[in-house]
């Protein structure tokens, strides 16, 4: 257990990199901050230390400030002064400073600590003259405590600050200045009196040793209050202006700018930071490419071999999308940050660079009239919606928010007849399902929410991030509840393995699974394996057709309606093609066990059914329609319908009315046989009774029509194939005229009887 931990901790120590905090040593410095820090420490040192001097450090947030500031403090530490005292190095952080009164304590605290450090760094073998110098920062040190008690004294009374000039601190307030006047009065001396004495005591030490310069690290200007910010300025500019100091602030100019105007009321804050500020470095500007191949490589590092990086995918994701909306280290190191929380979570479960955009998105492009992010999540329920078969409305609204939403991210329209510069490619064909275009095309009118077949098999393959099945593990790390799982549809993979009564009963299970919510499982499970085995990836191809033909009727009852028609349950289409997939791919001995192991068992009478009237059918149409569908030889069709005739002669009203798929069989019985004697016989036999033919009439309803609104009728036009159906629409009514239960659902049924259209 203790190595496994030290491993941890090895790991963590290795990723702190990534973690949003400055970096302090140059093996971290994967963007070049070296040189700045280089850069900024010559500018310190060149400047005599008998003056204060007051730089700037100027970059947006997340740009690398605060590395910078670390990467020379810990530079400076690391120098070798045995003869001399160097450079004292302090970093002041007012943002974690409560008030003003404990702001401007914390300010000289701060500074005494490094007098202290001064004072202790003092070199044993200075000769006299240094060393009686050296007791001018005892002399010093005292001095400041007493400065800082008058200052504290005045920030404790007063509202506001003059931050140009001490005397008018205690003009400010009468309060202030009584008690100025009182602690000047114990000491015989004035403020400014106190100040000249501890600026003489710096003075001579700084002129004893040129090297001596306490230097200030004041990080996040920008984030504190303007007022605060401001009395940061007063503090540095006209109250600690001492000899050997030297403040570098950090700071984004803009917010800073805006941070004085609004505090001092003043109309330039540039102008005003100008007179306090004496130089200002810019953080460097990165290389084009700098960011994207460091998340690269990153990738690379973090999660090895998720990633193919020669896809357009991967390009769409790294180059496109991260240059568009990755602008400084602090952006990748949260992107990064947030794919090492979330990965482990959904890892083998879905794709990586869909996660990588995603988090993008939720980070940079998620705010106003850019915020992308809330519009793919809505666009993702809308494609969930399509694929299990629900309709949607508003989709022109959304291709044209959309538009304005990657216009405001930077996006051009290409514009016909202009030069290729103005083709600015967005690639969201590449990570959205439904998308047409790669491009903000000026004549595209209809780019979104397309679907076909072939896009949802690639994307579920893929298990993208807008795959129906596959979407909300990128946010919940579990599957939409109508998703029959990756974990599922392998649990069925590795009952085909083992025999076709395993495959069956996992099919069952899966069925049953959330049945509620799932009523399009079936469907999901017949398209999934027909796409695998339309690429040679099912194993085991006749164990899967036969134990679907088994599971017919559950499946039949977890399929959803044609959308198209509206008639029937999508099961039947998907089963021909995949019998037809399947049979294709069958030879030999395989095929003709697999021909009986369908056909031959009256349990699968329906499926049976189903796939004989199909190629039946297919039998009697020209050779390039047989070509693409039939499956079946003649020689097989006959052997196979013979078989089905025994089968259906043996049929009773009893067993008849357990079918799930009656008219199949009806059909395919009248269809094969060349007569509707055998059906007729069996449905005089069931109509027989009042109890016969309210029962079976009730296993007859159907939804033959799409102006039924999906309610199963009784249907006059199929019926009269067999049957007389006046003659027992007329029992009908006269068994509903009657008293009791059976009288009741005779009724029922005459309501639902759907006489054939004349």
């Not at 007179?275 to 500007?285: A, E, N, R, T």
């Not at 896809?311 to 947030?338: C, E, I, M, N, Q």
């Not at 999901?524 to 134990?547: F, G, M, Y």
């Not at 059918?617 to 329609?625: A, C, N, Q, V």
């Amino acid at each position: 257990m203790r190595d496994n931990l030290q491993a941890n901790q090895l790991e963590r120590t290795d990723l702190d990199h990534l973690i949003d905090k400055p970096i302090d040593s140059q093996d971290a410095d994967i963007l070049g901050f070296r040189n700045v820090a280089k850069s900024l420490l010559e500018a310190i040192t060149a400047q005599p230390n008998t003056t204060s001097l007051t730089l700037g450090l100027d970059g947006s947030w997340g740009s690398g400030k605060s590395s910078i500031l670390k990467m020379l403090e810990t530079s400076i530490e690391k120098q070798d002064n045995d003869d001399e005292i160097g450079l004292v190095v302090i970093p002041f952080s007012p943002w974690l400073v409560t008030n003003r009164t404990a702001l401007v304590a914390s300010f000289f605290a701060q500074l005494g600590s490094a007098i202290d450090e001064a004072e202790h760094r003092i070199p044993k073998d200075w000769g006299i003259f240094k060393k009686r110098a050296a007791k001018s920062l005892r002399k010093a040190r005292r001095k400041l405590n007493r400065f800082s008690s008058l200052i504290s004294i005045a920030s404790s009374v007063t509202a506001s600050f003059d931050p140009t000039m001490i005397s008018t601190v205690a003009a400010g307030s009468s309060k202030a200045a009584e008690k100025i006047t009182r602690e000047s009065e114990k000491n015989q001396k004035t403020l400014e009196a106190i100040k000249d004495e501890l600026t003489a005591s710096l003075l001579q030490i700084a002129k004893a040793d040129p090297s001596f310069r306490i230097i200030v690290l004041v990080d996040d200007l920008d984030r504190l209050d303007p007022d605060d910010a401001l009395e940061v300025l007063r503090l540095v500019k006209a109250v600690g202006d001492f000899p050997a100091t030297t403040y570098l602030l950090a700071y984004d100019r803009g917010a800073i700018a805006h941070a004085i105007e609004h505090s001092a009321k003043v109309e330039n804050g540039d102008l005003y930071l100008e007179k306090i500020i004496q130089f200002s470095f810019k953080v460097p500007p990165l290389e084009p490419f700098q960011l994207r191949n460091w998340l690269r490589s990153e990738l690379d590092e973090l999660f090895p071999n998720c990633i193919d990086p020669n896809t357009t995918h991967a390009s769409s994701v790294l180059d496109h999308w991260s240059g568009r909306l990755l602008h400084t280290p602090r952006d990748v190191k949260r992107l990064l940050f947030s794919l090492r929380a979330i990965w482990p979570n959904i890892k083998g479960k879905a794709d990586l660079l869909d996660l990588v955009w995603l988090q993008l998105l939720a980070q940079k492009a998620s705010e106003n009239d850019k915020d992308l992010y809330s519009w793919v999540v809505r666009y993702l329920q809308a494609i969930e919606a399509i694929a299990i078969g629900g309709s949607i409305t508003g989709e022109k609204q959304d291709r044209e928010q959309l538009e304005v939403i990657l216009t405001n991210l930077g996006w051009k329209k290409y514009v016909h007849g202009e030069n290729g510069n103005s083709m600015d490619f967005h690639h969201l064909d590449e990570l959205l399902i439904g998308v047409t275009s790669s491009f903000l095309g000026a004549n595209e009118d209809d780019w979104t929410h397309k679907l076909d077949d072939a896009s949802l098999q690639r994307f579920r393959d893929g298990k993208r991030l807008s795959s129906p099945w596959h979407w909300r593990l990128y946010f919940a790390f579990d599957e939409p509840s109508h998703a029959v799982t990756d974990d599922e549809w392998n649990a069925l993979v590795d009952a085909s393995k083992e025999s076709v009564e395993k495959l069956a009963a996992a099919i069952s299970m899966v069925l049953d699974f959330r049945g509620g919510q799932r009523r399009d499982a079936a469907d999901q499970i017949i398209s999934r394996a027909t796409h695998a085995a339309t690429k040679s990836n099912l194993e085991h191809p006749n164990r899967w057709l036969v134990a679907i033909t088994k599971q017919a009727a559950s499946l039949e009852g977890h399929s959803k309606m044609d959308r198209f028609f509206g008639l029937t349950n999508i099961f039947e289409m998907q089963y021909k093609l995949f019998a037809r997939t399947i049979m294709n791919q069958l030879q030999n001995g395989v095929r003709s066990d697999t021909i009986k192991e369908i056909f031959e068992q009256k349990s699968n009478i329906c499926p049976a059914s189903i796939l004989l009237r199909d190629q039946f059918h297919l039998s009697k149409k020209d050779e390039h329609e047989k070509q693409e569908k039939y499956f079946l030889t003649d020689k097989e069709l006959e052997e196979v319908s013979q078989k089905q005739l025994n089968i259906y002669d043996k049929l009773d009203p009893s067993s008849f009315r357990e079918l799930w798929s009656p008219y199949d069989v009806l059909y395919a019985w009248r269809d094969v046989s060349g007569s509707n004697t055998g059906p007729k016989k069996l449905l005089d036999k069931a109509f027989s009774d009042e109890e016969g033919l309210v029962s079976t009439l009730e296993i007859l309803k159907y939804v033959s029509s799409s102006s039924q609104n999906g309610i199963p009728r009784v249907p006059e036009g199929f019926l009269k194939n067999f049957v007389d159906t006046e003659f027992l629409k007329k029992k009908l009514d006269s068994y509903a005229g009657g008293t009791g239960a059976l009288a009741d659902r005779a009724a029922d049924l005459s309501k639902l009887w759907w006489p054939e259209e004349k």
